[in-house]
């Protein structure tokens, strides 16, 4: 399978809205959102979280085999006042490619696109609790567990990663 990781670009708001669509109802939980919900939402609000995730430090990356949107992920700032931490968001990969390695690939391009695109110190990721392949990939790639918490009633643990 050929697939490749590429920058969303400003026009592609009804791809993003595709793939967040997809994502959510195969998996509500992980997104912390209701697929009902998501689905109320117009164009426009994927126009803006297109251009909100266009900074210097931020960014809304597509995963793309064969042609084919199958996956998403999102960098940004944790806080819009702090410079130096960056987030790890909405990653998602259709189930139908799940187990085959692209979730690596997703969360390995983005922390290479972090190093050589920010100043970020250090990175934030949220875990929903029971989602084990995203937990080995955090600790694969060097990330500590700092807390635990909830996200719309959903229990979930965040953990950082020093750059």
């Known amino acids: 399978m050929l697939g490749k ?7 592609e708001a009804g791809l993003l809205r595709s793939i967040r669509l997809a994502l959510v109802k195969e998996n509500p939980r992980t997104f912390g959102i209701l697929y009902e919900t ?6 426009k609000y994927f126009e803006d979280d297109i251009k909100k995730f266009s900074g210097s ?3 809304i ?3 793309e085999i064969n042609g084919q949107i199958v996956g998403m992920a999102k960098v ?4 819009k006042k702090d410079l130096r931490t960056g987030y790890l968001s909405s990653m998602g990969v ?3 490619y799940q187990g085959q390695g692209w979730g690596e690939k997703l969360l390995a391009f983005r922390l290479e696109w972090i190093r050589k695109n920010t100043k970020f110190k250090r990175v934030l990721m949220i875990i929903v609790d029971g ?6 990939l955090a600790h694969k790639h060097g990330f500590s567990m700092i ?5 719309y009633r959903i229990p979930n643990t965040k953990f950082e990663l020093k750059l």
Do not use: C, H, W
């Open 5 to 11: 990781i590429r920058q969303v670009k400003p026009g």
């Open 38 to 43: 998501e689905r109320r939402k117009p164009l």
């Open 57 to 59: 430090d931020s960014a």
């Open 61 to 63: 990356f597509f995963l």
């Open 76 to 79: 940004g700032r944790y806080d």
């Open 94 to 96: 259709l189930k139908k």
């Open 131 to 136: 989602n084990e392949r995203m937990t080995k």
């Open 147 to 151: 807390s635990r918490g909830s996200f």
